[in-house]
């Protein structure tokens, strides 16, 4: 299955996208993750991105496309995969368009965790992340208002809409009772 997982900072993407790659078995790719690990390993694209990440601003789409055009390229994302975090806007969405159009594939689905915003600001200010300072959440939510949502209406036919309240396990067996009934109806 290839999934675009969409919702707000601290919907539980990342969360959902651990349980699920294991239902699914097709890997989790988070763009979020990628550029940590290059800022942790302290490569070139770490330090071009440090500031992005710090402030809540999206990384240039140049980079992030060309990072995600290498991680889909790998033998494991062969088959599927669970993206979270990209694309993050439509032009990125378009990008990705052309890379699964190049291999004669597409989406199956793109998955919106549904949280309300003062749900997910408590949660981001528990988790403790090094861009969970409250500032910086409140941009990211605003940025992800402005640049990410309109993704929704741009997938309108493939989105699955999930309530992502309540217990971890009960909301990835609401995803994947969904992407049954989504798939019963094709
Ligand atoms: N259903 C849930 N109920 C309560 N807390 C949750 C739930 N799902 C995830 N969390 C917690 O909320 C925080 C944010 O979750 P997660 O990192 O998975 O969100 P995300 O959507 O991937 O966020 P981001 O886009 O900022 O990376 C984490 O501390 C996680 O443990
Ligand atoms: N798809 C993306 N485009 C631009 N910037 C991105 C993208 N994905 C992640 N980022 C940057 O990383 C942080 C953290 O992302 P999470 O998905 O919340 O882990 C984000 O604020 C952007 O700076």
């Known amino acids: 299955m290839r999934l675009v997982l969409v919702g707000p900072p601290g919907a539980g993407k990342g969360t959902q996208a651990e349980l699920l790659k294991t239902k699914l078995g097709v890997p989790h790719i988070s763009t979020g993750d990628l550029f940590r690990a290059h800022i942790s390993q ?6 071009e991105v440090q ?8 990384v240039p789409d140049e980079v992030t496309n060309e990072m995600v055009r290498d991680r889909l390229s790998q033998p494991d994302a062969a088959n599927g995969f669970l993206l979270d975090g990209f694309p993050r806007n439509v032009a990125q969405a378009a990008v990705l368009a052309e890379i699964l159009a190049a ?9 919106e965790f549904r949280v309300p915003e003062d749900v997910v600001v408590e949660r981001l200010l528990a988790r403790g992340r090094a861009d969970d300072k409250e500032e910086v959440i409140r941009h990211r939510q605003q940025v992800y208002r402005s640049e990410t949502a309109p993704l929704l209406d741009h997938y309108s036919g493939i989105v699955v809409s999930i309530d992502a309240v309540g217990d971890v396990e009960e909301i990835s067996e609401r995803a994947l009772r969904a992407l049954r009934s989504q798939r019963d109806e094709r």
Do not use: R
Request: charged share 35%; proline share 0%.
């Open 103 to 111: 291999d004669d594939a597409a989406l199956d689905a793109v998955v």
């Open 51 to 58: 500031e992005y990440l710090d402030s809540g601003e999206l």
């Open 42 to 47: 302290q490569t070139d694209l770490g330090k």
